[in-house]
């Protein structure tokens, strides 16, 4: 069986890995603002998604990164780290 090949596409985004205990897997978080109607303001929260990370990008827990969504690869992962921005240090 061939093994196809991780194609980028949709949504680009940098977030900050706090989880990298799984093979080749990561969690990555980002806040963003969501604005309330009724009190005219913004409140902060936070999204996170599991990610593919390739052997050759290897990004670790604290590192921000970059990454795009992409087909599912499992019933969780439908996101794929594609670069390293800045290392963390934990």
């Known amino acids: 069986m061939e093994k196809k090949e991780i194609i980028p596409r949709g949504k680009e985004i940098v977030g900050k890995v706090i989880a990298a205990r799984m093979s080749r897997t990561v969690t990555v978080e980002w806040e963003r603002r969501h604005y309330i109607n009724k009190y005219e303001r913004y409140e902060r929260k ?17 590192d921000t ?7 599912p690869l499992s019933k969780t992962k439908h996101f794929i780290v594609t670069k390293i921005i800045a290392r963390g240090g934990v």
């Open 65 to 71: 990164v970059t990454i795009h969504e992409t087909r």
């Open 46 to 62: 936070r999204s996170r998604v599991k990610a593919h990370n390739p052997d050759s990008v290897g990004a670790k827990k604290g």
